[in-house]
């Protein structure tokens, strides 16, 4: 199994920037893919980035260009840097993973989830 624990959620003001960590624990192999979905009260959940170990990523077009994916192998952590936040980027933010990147990492279901960490935006 994988393990995964999220944390750097907080509360900011719009235009402001925040960092998400994850850090992975578990087996890992080439197939892996990673990503941080997002979910706002009443709504719902929404990919927000994928990216595999070779660093192929992908965005949710209503955050490329502000927020930004780091995964550092050695430490078995991802970052999301959120730059420019808006309100709309209030939700609840998961980090989750899965084996199998077939069709790319963006596309299909993930099997491993994090407890989430809330973002609020004001």
């Known amino acids: 199994d994988v393990q995964l624990v999220e944390s750097g959620g907080g509360s900011v003001q719009a235009g402001e920037t925040l960092t998400l960590s994850c850090v992975f624990s578990?087996?890992?192999?080439?197939?892996?893919?990673m990503g941080w979905f997002r979910q706002a009260p009443g709504k719902g959940r929404e990919g927000v980035v994928a990216?595999?170990?070779?660093?192929?990523?992908k965005y949710a077009d209503s955050v490329q260009g502000r927020f930004s994916i780091l995964v550092d192998v050695a430490k078995k952590t991802l970052h999301l840097q959120m730059n420019n936040l808006k309100p709309d980027d209030t939700a609840m933010y998961y980090c989750a993973a899965r084996f199998g990147r077939d069709g790319g990492c963006w596309s299909g279901e993930y099997t491993f989830w994090g407890q989430g960490t809330q973002v609020t935006v004001s």
């Open positions: 990216v595999d170990l070779d660093g192929t990523t």
């Open positions: 578990g087996h890992t192999d080439t197939s892996f893919c």
